[in-house]
């Protein structure tokens, strides 16, 4: 398609304006402070603080953010580092979309607005994590994989950097890539499979600066590339520990099977899903994409640990590619198609400023079913500030879960229980008679829920994300 670069420069384009706003009105998630820490310590080449994660990711996005901040000057936030997450996100994304073009330019068009207006996808694309990037890069990996894109030397050189770079990202992603590889493990060949093993492990140690690190505390002996297996092995002991979730109206140390399906089918849009059914029913090729999608769900049902959704925007890319693949044919197809895309993107601006709290309109009340990683990671304080300024709230309280002390945005408060590691305020007795603020994930994990007063009081949701009583 003669002027595909030019589509996939505008839909770049877009995607960052989209992602630039949102990184200007959200404050540092639960996350984000520990990814900034730890991308401070890993240029000094310590690699302990954190390491459940390789560093590649981490280092970089800290290294650009750094020097965007010297131009910008100080700021409150993680604006900076944001922005090298979404520029980044947006050129990986383009490489999704370049074939898609080349193949049509309908399906190329359709997948760009599927992937701008997807408020799941965006929700984690401007935050510094490492979630909507590595999920890109290991679709683009698992792609080449099922493609077999060994065949010639420029091809395989494609490959081999596509799969070094998504596993010294996220060591997750291996949970994608290795099945694939091991059902194409015939037609890969010997050769093939020795470099694809020898490629990636060399890129992983380059990222550690060749160091040797230590894997178990009772057998203190430095390990070449100790400190990817050192990941690998905090991934595990993760999963195994749990971690409170509340979900359905219970609290859950590991959350039940079902939760997969639900965060996935209640937290993408319902466009989306009627154009992969109808995609599904019309169009054919979709196998890689639906396998692909299997074992992403396969994990995210049987792992020990139930996260969210961003465990699961791998599936949610793969149901964009998918969609993408069906073409109008007649006038009441256009008339169909048209409605939808008006319904994608008014889902995705009422959506807004907190796109990680989206649910579909199935969903109800979604704070009753999801908290934390499906709903919550403590992202409203800018728009709290603004909320408690229009109110002409004064004295109150606030539980807030994060890991920023809201005392830099809000100024001084009066802190109650709550699940904040860095609030630098004392811990008060809720008092009854002042407003109080409980942010959604607190309400839960805390068990005001389980208080009987604050229970007869009447609670109303703001800033996406915060309760307010009375």
Sequence with gaps: MKYRHLFIFLFLFLWVFLGFYLSRVESPTFDEPVHYQAGLLYLKEDYRFDPIEPPLLRRVVFTLGKQIEKLTGPTLTLFPYRAVVVIGTGVALSLLLWPLFTRSLFSGLLASVLFVYEPSLIAHSHYFTTDAFSAIISVIASLLILSESWKTRGQFLLLLVA??????????????ILPLLLIKLRSLGKRNAILLLVFPLLFIWVTYGFRSEIIFNRFPTNVPFGGYLRAIKENILLARRGQPIFFAGELFREAPPAKTLAVLFLKTTLPLLIFVFWSLKKAKGNGKYLLI??????????????????????AVIVLILIAASVKPKTIVNW???????????????NSLPQTIT????????????????DYDWGQGLLWLREEISRRNITDYQLAYFGNIDPLLFLGKYNRIKDENPAGSLPVQKLNYAKPI???????YLCGYYQDPLL???????????FFIFP
């Design 335 to 349: 008339m169909v198609f048209t409605l939808l895309i008006l319904w994608q993107i008014t889902a995705f601006k």
């Design 437 to 443: 603020i409980i942010s959604v994930t607190c309400y």
């Design 358 to 373: 989206y649910t579909n309109e199935l969903s109800g009340k979604p704070y009753r079913i999801f908290t934390d990683s």
């Design 293 to 314: 999608f299997l074992v992403v769900l396969l994990v995210g049902l049987f792992k020990p640990l139930n996260f969210g959704m961003r465990h699961l925007l791998p």
């Design 455 to 465: 229970a007869a009081y009447p609670k109303t949701l703001i800033a996406q994300s």
């Design 163 to 176: 799969v070094s770079l998504a596993s010294a990202t996220k060591v997750a992603t291996l949970a994608l």
